[in-house]
């Protein structure tokens, strides 16, 4: 089997309310990164308890999950906007280290 070279690169994955990611989305785009992802999540347990997507009649309560893989000089700036969106707002944001083919995506 063939080597196959991987480069390291920093997940970010950011939970927040759907009303709320676009605004998100905007700042990710001003700060040029150079991709995201937004999925929707379903269900979850926080410190309010259970909570189902299917029990939300509107999109207040709604959470989407955003990744962002990008280069680890990146993630100060990105982390500080995101915070400034996060301190008014329910959100939970994580940071990992994470390999990739293609560098050049990121």
Request: aromatic share 4%; proline share 7%; charged share 25%.
């Amino acid at each position: 089997m063939e080597n196959v070279t991987t480069f390291p690169k920093k997940r970010l994955s950011i939970i927040i309310e759907a009303p709320f990611m676009k605004r998100l989305l905007g700042i990710l785009d001003d700060l040029e990164v150079p991709g995201y992802t937004v999925l929707p999540a379903l269900a979850g347990r926080g410190a309010s308890g259970p909570w189902s997507r299917d029990s939300l009649s509107s999109d207040a309560g709604r959470m989407v999950q955003v990744l962002v893989v990008l280069d680890a000089e990146r993630v100060p700036d990105v982390l500080r906007a995101v915070r400034a969106v996060l301190d008014r707002q329910m959100g939970i944001v994580s940071l990992s280290d994470v390999e990739v083919l293609r560098p050049e995506l990121f």
